[in-house]
């Protein structure tokens, strides 16, 4: 089992730039869920999709937005890019009747 | 809004130690507690998973207490090694989302 991976592991982009992180969870998961860790921060929620919808919500403004393919895999977009954004983006899988988080290693992204 | 407080901050022992690292919450109302480990730049490895209605969980050296009622939990690192050495975090879930605390660094020395 390969376990949730994430691509890339870093990205460097320019302010304004728009970035697209991906996603594969866990086998057998279908709920993936995404987080913004900054430096020395813990992780922060950004939303979740099931069934290829967003399921909720966090206090994420509309640039972040995602999707989720028949598959389950997943993609986080970020549109307009800000310094602030700067951060690890951390993918979590579920699976629809389980508990237990799974998370991935993470993307780097590195905003200058 | 629930707030997960995590004490200490960061933590230094010699190896071969037991210690105890803290959780709190504000809300009560949780669906289970998460600890992790995440190691420098890295993801998180889960650790010990305890649903609301247990009081506590065991992995090897790691044992997790809850309780729910006063909004906290532990997390009881036996016998402690250099390669413990990480930032350990507890994260409550209520729906199906998670809310972190900060972590607690620990370095184990040898």
């Known amino acids: 089992d390969a376990g949730v991976t994430q691509s890339p592991t870093h990205l460097i982009k320019t302010r304004g730039q728009q970035v697209t992180l991906r996603c594969s969870p866990k086998?057998?998961?279908?709920?993936v869920s995404w987080y913004q860790q900054a430096l020395g921060q813990g992780p922060q929620f950004i939303f979740q999709y099931y069934e290829e919808e967003e399921r909720q919500r966090g206090n994420f403004p509309d640039r972040f937005s995602g999707h989720q393919f028949p598959n389950y895999s997943s993609e986080l977009n970020v549109n307009a890019l800000l310094l602030g954004d700067s951060a690890l983006y951390l993918c979590?899988?579920?699976?629809?009747?389980?508990?237990?988080?799974?998370f991935g290693q993470g993307t780097r992204l590195t905003v200058v | 809004k629930q707030e997960v407080t995590q004490i200490p901050a960061a933590l230094s022992v010699p190896e071969g130690e037991n210690l105890v690292l803290n959780c709190s919450f504000t809300d009560s109302a949780i669906y289970n507690l998460q600890w992790f480990r995440q190691d420098p730049g890295k993801g998180l490895t889960s650790l010990l998973l305890i649903q609301s209605s247990q009081r506590e969980q065991t992995s090897g050296r790691l044992n997790a207490s809850l309780d729910k009622s006063s909004g906290r939990s532990t997390l009881y690192i036996a016998a402690s090694q250099p390669g413990d050495s990480a930032t350990y975090l507890c994260a409550v879930k209520r729906y199906s989302t998670l809310t972190f605390g900060k972590g607690t660094m620990l370095l184990v020395s040898p």
């Open positions: 086998s057998g998961h279908d709920t």
């Open positions: 979590a899988s579920t699976p629809t009747s389980g508990t237990e988080a799974f």
